[in-house]
T-cell receptor, first 114, second 112 residues
Framework: DGGITQSPKYLFRKEGQNVTLSCEQNLNHDAMYWYRQDPGQGLRLIYYSQIVNDFQKGDIAEGYSVSREKKESFPLTVTSAQKNPTAFYLC?????????????FGAGTRLSVL | KQEVTQIPAALSVPEGENLVLNCSFTDSAIYNLQWFRQDPGKGLTSLLLIQSSQREQTSGRLNASLDKSSGRSTLYIAASQPGDSATYLCAVETGANSKLTFGKGITLSVRP
């Protein structure tokens, strides 16, 4: 099946710990995105990547880091510098820019702080 | 800075009713506007995408319209069903780098 796989579905972080959320796609899409969703809020962009080995900060990048070593993979690390990490994290990918940029989403990872 | 607003935040209707969900945006220089559906605890599913040169798109019982000059879009759902219960988000793509700006969504409940 083609699609975007996020893992794990649930993740718990201890104080001072870094955690990594996985996002893999087999849609052959060039662009990938990470969003954060808080209750009653829209999605906010954390990081995005339009091509392998390149990525840009979104609106709320502080306390997060990413890498894009392979086209299929765009992992997100939530560092200890992120003081309020509890949220629902969504990964997306898309193939075209401009007029017809449909983003396809994974099922999400829910991160909680212990 | 682009801002997207969806009002009301929640809506409850009886089954069978035709309904309209509204979305407004502040910057009319958009590439496209998308409507997404999100079920509780799940990811987003793209319902309709309207390019900036288009005025509407249809898929089954869904029809989305776009009025760029006034910064508005509507999602029309015909003959609503309990299975339509979900949160509906609109998002616009503006500027470079294919970034989307999302509204906070409208949580729809269709009562049997």
């Amino acid at each position: 099946d083609g699609g975007i796989t996020q893992s794990p579905k649930y993740l718990f972080r201890k104080e001072g710990q870094n955690v990594t959320l996985s996002c893999e796609q087999n849609l052959n899409h060039d662009a990938m995105y990470w969003y954060r969703q808080d209750p009653g809020q829209g999605l906010r962009l954390i990081y995005y990547s339009q091509i392998v080995n390149d990525f840009q900060k979104g609106d709320i990048a502080e306390g997060y880091s990413v890498s894009r070593e392979k086209k299929e993979s765009f992992p997100l690390t939530v560092t200890s510098a992120q003081k309020n990490p509890t949220a629902f994290y969504l990964c997306a990918s898309s193939t075209q820019r401009g007029a017809k940029n449909i983003q396809y989403f994974g099922a999400g990872t829910r991160l909680s702080v212990l | 800075k682009q801002e997207v607003t969806q009002i009301p935040a929640a809506l409850s209707v009886p089954e069978g009713e035709n309904l309209v969900l509204n979305c407004s945006f502040t910057d009319s220089a958009i590439y496209n506007l998308q409507w997404f559906r999100q079920d509780p605890g799940k990811g987003l599913t793209s319902l309709l995408l309207i390019q900036s040169s288009q005025r509407e798109q249809t898929s089954g019982r869904l029809n989305a319209s776009l009025d760029k000059s006034s910064g508005r879009s509507t999602l029309y759902i015909a003959a609503s069903q309990p299975g339509d219960s979900a949160t509906y988000l609109c998002a616009v793509e503006t500027g470079a780098n294919s970034k989307l700006t999302f509204g906070k969504g409208i949580t729809l409940s269709v009562r049997p």
